[in-house]
């Protein structure tokens, strides 16, 4: 109890647990690891005001064997840790007889979601980062439109491919339910005439193109 109510700046709390008198190998290992973590963060101009010491956090998981560590949002401390994790030193023990010590975190996207819909920064109505999702008509078109959606990407232009083996209506279902703003359709013809069909999927005109106008024609 007298080691979790330790309070005050971060110094006061090293310089507190250093005055606990306490000889256990481990323990002494700790704190000192804690506090070069500290002037570290400090060397590398992280404002003292971003990071604080916890004695109080526990991780879930049983792999840790140096500092542990969870992020907050200030104006959303109901949330809890948004992003957390810490140092393993024998993680990857389990699967390889190599020694690799490491860090790592995970974040909750859900929660960092959640606060910036409430926020207004993402939208329900925004379904995907895409603007063009490349279409083959069947598995034979696949090779085409995977180096269709590399030259559209390669132009700066958001890219995704449909690659499952299901017919042209579900496949423009799909591109209407994701709020794509063009579906490029490669079929048999637009592989062996180097074309894409392109379609607007909000004003619905449709037309054959070569890559570079279907890229003009998606920029403009």
Same mark, same amino acid.
Do not use: W
């Given at each position: 109890?007298?080691?979790?109510s330790?309070?005050?700046?971060?110094?006061?709390?090293?310089?507190?647990?250093?005055?606990?008198g306490?000889?256990?190998?481990?323990f002494v290992?700790?704190?000192?690891?804690?506090?070069?973590? #500290?002037?570290?963060?400090?060397?590398?101009?992280?404002p003292?005001?971003?990071?604080?010491?916890?004695?109080?956090?526990?991780?879930?998981?049983?792999?840790?064997?140096? %500092?542990?560590?969870? %992020?907050?949002?200030?104006d959303?401390?109901?949330?809890?840790?948004?992003?957390?994790?810490?140092?393993?030193?024998?993680?990857?023990?389990?699967?390889?007889?190599q020694k690799?010590?490491?860090?790592?975190?995970?974040?909750?996207?859900?929660?960092?979601?959640s606060?910036?819909?409430?926020?207004?920064?993402i939208?329900?109505?925004?379904?995907?980062?895409?603007?063009?999702l490349?279409?083959?008509m069947?598995?034979?078109?696949?090779?085409a439109?995977?180096m269709?959606a590399?030259?559209?990407?390669?132009?700066? #232009?958001?890219?995704?491919?449909?690659?499952?083996?299901?017919?042209?209506?579900p496949?423009?279902?799909?591109?209407?339910?994701?709020?794509?703003?063009?579906?490029?359709?490669?079929?048999?013809?637009?592989?062996?005439?180097?074309?894409?069909?392109?379609?607007?999927?909000?004003?619905g005109?449709?037309?054959?193109?070569?890559?570079?106008?279907? #890229?003009n024609? #998606?920029?403009?």
């Open positions: 109890m007298s080691f979790i330790i309070s005050g700046s971060n110094d006061e709390i090293i310089n507190s647990l250093y005055g606990l306490c000889t256990s190998e481990t290992s700790g704190v000192n690891e804690l506090k070069e973590v #500290i002037d570290h963060l400090r060397a590398f101009g992280v003292e005001n971003y990071f604080d010491i916890d004695l109080t956090i526990a991780r879930g998981l049983d792999y840790y064997t140096g %500092t542990v560590y969870e %992020t907050k949002l200030d959303y401390p109901s949330l809890g840790s948004v992003c957390s994790g810490g140092r393993y030193d024998n993680l990857t023990g389990y699967y390889t007889d690799l010590p490491g860090i790592g975190i995970s974040i909750g996207l859900t929660r960092l979601f606060q910036l819909k409430d926020a207004g920064l939208s329900n109505d925004v379904k995907t980062t895409a603007d063009v490349v279409i083959p069947d598995k034979s078109a696949l090779p439109a995977t269709t590399k030259k559209f990407r390669d132009a700066g #232009i958001a890219t995704d491919v449909y690659y499952l083996d299901k017919g042209m209506k496949k423009m279902k799909y591109a209407n339910r994701i709020g794509v703003k063009y579906a490029a359709i490669i079929g048999e013809s637009e592989v062996a005439n180097g074309t894409v069909t392109l379609k607007d999927m909000v004003g005109e449709q037309i054959s193109a070569t890559v570079d106008e279907a #890229i024609k #998606i920029k403009a």
